[in-house]
């Protein structure tokens, strides 16, 4: 069984008002540029490519800027649902670290989501994910 991660580009000034909202990545998706990948095949290339370059499967320390990237890290949103995927939120300011961070990792080059990343932080935007 596949989760999916699920991404969308905001505006600078709403993370603050995404982190208020139960359900910010479906109250988002339908009106922002949304992104969606299968999360678990991001993990088994991260863990792959972890084991082969670094020696351990413990790719989220190994590539930290994909770990936040996912999720992982980020300011969770209080109010998701509990029984949902928990929601994350990304400033402006997180987007663009972590873009950077996926460039140095090597992840541009064939990630979507490191695209993805790359151009929410030349728009300037912040980011609200969820992984379910």
Do not use: Q
């Not at 151009?119 to 912040?126: L, Y």
Request: glycine share 12%; hydrophobic share 45%; charged share 25%.
């Amino acid at each position: 069984m596949s989760m999916w991660l699920t991404l969308v580009k905001i505006e600078p000034a709403l993370p603050g008002k995404a982190r208020e909202r139960p359900h910010p990545v479906a109250e988002l998706r339908g009106t922002h540029e949304a992104h969606g990948e299968d999360y678990r095949a991001l993990c088994d290339i991260a863990e792959g490519r972890a084991e082969v370059e670094e020696g351990t499967a413990e790719w989220m320390s190994v590539y930290p800027a994909l770990a936040r990237a996912t999720g992982n890290g980020c300011a969770a949103v209080e109010a998701s649902d509990p029984g949902g995927g928990a929601a994350f939120v990304l400033t402006a300011d997180e987007v663009a670290r972590v873009a950077t961070g996926l460039a140095d990792e090597g992840w541009t080059g064939f990630l979507e989501i490191a695209r993805f990343y790359v151009a929410a932080a030349a728009e300037g935007r912040a980011v609200v994910g969820e992984v379910n």
